[in-house]
T-cell receptor, first 109, second 115 residues
Framework: DAKTTQPNSMESNEEEPVHLPCNHS???????IHWYRQLPSQGPEYVIH???SNVNNRMASLAIAEDRKSSTLILHRATLRDAAVYYC??????????FGTGTSLTVIP | EAGVAQSPRYKIIEKRQSVAFWCNPI?????LYWYQQILGQGPKLLIQ????????DSQLPKDRFSAERLKGVDSTLKIQPAKLEDSAVYLC?????????????FGPGTRLTVL
């Protein structure tokens, strides 16, 4: 299974952009990069995913390095509701997820 | 579209007792997953079903845990007998298929406390 490395925690001021990094140096050419987040007392929820090109949706943007060994989840304007644990995941061939410990994002009012 | 349903939401039992959790995935989703999330850790996959067949149960402690998915829809996860270290949130997730581009949809989880 391809492994990911994320910082344990990050802080951001409300209404400012947040860049959450993820390293995945052993990624293979067919590995998708998924981001999920888990709000307190809830199950994880999908944020965004991509393969090679940068991706945008209503929640966030995903910037993928040209060599694909790292990626960055971008929240354009952090709100208090974005305080959560963010997981960067490379599913294996059966779409099985290894979550790791993720990055705990604190948003400061 | 209705999400993944789980019940009960909370359960408190004493060690050596039995407990069962129920999951109803999103309609039409062929793949179903059970995860265990211990406090302070990320979810850990226990078992994956494709329709009513087991794809992977390598992380399931089979001496005490069992799971089934009859008719390829609902699923139950059972622990018998429970140990203190089984205290965790048990999450059920489903996806339309097992392709690596597929989103997994998670239920709210069942919080189990073993005393």
């Amino acid at each position: 299974d391809a492994k990911t490395t994320q910082p344990n925690s990050m802080e951001s001021n409300e209404e400012e952009p947040v860049h959450l990094p993820c390293n995945h140096s052993t990624i293979s050419g067919t590995d998708y990069i998924h981001w999920y987040r888990q709000l307190p007392s809830q199950g994880p929820e999908y944020v965004i995913h991509g393969l090679t090109s940068n991706v945008n949706n209503r929640m966030a943007s995903l910037a993928i390095a040209e060599d694909r060994k790292s990626s960055t989840l971008i929240l354009h304007r952090a709100t208090l509701r974005d305080a959560a644990v963010y997981y960067c995941i490379l599913p294996n061939t059966g779409n099985q997820f290894y979550f790791g410990t993720g990055t705990s994002l604190t948003v400061i009012p | 579209e209705a999400g993944v349903a789980q019940s009960p939401r909370y359960k408190i039992i004493e060690k050596r007792q039995s407990v069962a959790f129920w999951c109803n995935p999103i309609s039409g989703h062929a793949t179903l997953y059970w995860y265990q999330q211990i406090l302070g850790q990320g979810p850990k996959l226990l078992i994956q079903f494709q329709n009513n067949g087991v794809v992977d149960d390598s992380q399931l402690p089979k001496d005490r845990f069992s799971a089934e998915r009859l008719k390829g829809v609902d699923s139950t996860l059972k622990i018998q007998p429970a140990k203190l270290e089984d205290s965790a949130v048990y999450l059920c997730a489903s996806s339309s298929s097992s392709g690596r581009y597929n989103e997994q949809f998670f239920g709210p989880g069942t919080r189990l406390t073993v005393l």
